[in-house]
């Protein structure tokens, strides 16, 4: 069984750029959670899918956004990058809503903004 | 502002020592959930707790869920190297949002 893919693995953008990250959840996942992770701040939800409905959006700005597709694929933007926007983003599938079930992550995209 | 707090942030110890790690939070959570997280990959799910005052082992690892639900501990038992790793808890509030902790770095030494 595939896990979740998430590319790009890493990129190198600059401030001012947009990136668009990717992530393909397992097979009959339909729920998709983005979290950026940082060091010592832990993993902070950015929002969460379900059949192509953001269902959760965390405290981040305007500037990220997401969609899922029918497929349950997601992907995830973030426009005009800042500095503290480099960080690991995680991408999870799960079976159920989050917490009632295992959320599978991942590898990351690891975002670098010089 | 983390809405859990984890501690202590990072733990170095000897093989064969026993280690506790917390999850403190004001907040009420419906359910709780630790996961590791090794170098260059995504946190994988070693447990979940329901119920307040729940205790699961698995192996060397045990979960304690708060009575008030509120907070959650991981001991382990004769740490092995191959418990080094970032521990995290995350909590799921009624709404289905689950918010994780800072982490704790655990390293054990040989």
């Known amino acids: 069984k595939a896990g979740v893919t998430q590319t790009p693995r890493y990129l190198i953008k600059t401030r001012g750029q947009q990136v668009t990250l990717s992530c393909s959840p397992i097979?009959?996942?339909?729920?998709v959670s983005w979290y950026q992770q940082t060091p010592g701040q832990g993993l902070q939800f950015l929002f969460e899918?379900?059949?192509?409905?953001?269902?959760n959006k965390g405290n981040f700005p305007g500037r990220f956004s997401g969609r899922q597709f029918s497929n349950s694929r997601s992907e995830m933007n973030v426009s005009t990058l800042e500095l503290g926007d480099s960080a690991l983003y995680l991408c999870?599938?799960?079976?159920?809503?989050?917490?009632?079930?295992?959320?599978?992550f991942g590898e990351g995209s690891r975002l670098t903004v010089l | 502002t983390q809405l859990l707090e984890q501690s202590p942030q990072f733990l170095s110890i000897q093989e064969g020592e026993n280690l506790t790690v917390y999850c403190n939070s004001s907040?009420?959570?419906?359910?709780l959930q630790w996961y590791r997280q090794e170098p260059g990959e995504g946190p994988v799910l070693l447990v979940t707790?329901?119920?307040?005052?729940e205790v699961k082992k698995l192996k060397r690892l045990t979960f304690q869920f708060g009575d008030a639900r509120k907070d959650s501990s991981l001991h382990i038992t004769a740490a092995q190297p191959g418990d080094t790793g970032l521990y995290l808890c995350?909590?799921?509030?009624?709404?289905?949002?689950?918010?994780f902790g800072a982490g704790t770095t655990v390293t054990v030494r040989a």
């Open positions: 999870a599938s799960s079976l159920t809503i989050p917490g009632t079930g295992e959320l599978f």
């Open positions: 097979s009959g996942h339909r729920s």
């Open positions: 899918y379900f059949s192509e409905t953001q269902r």
């Open positions: 907040s009420v959570f419906s359910s």
């Open positions: 707790v329901v119920t307040g005052g």
């Open positions: 995350a909590g799921c509030s009624n709404d289905y949002k689950l918010s």
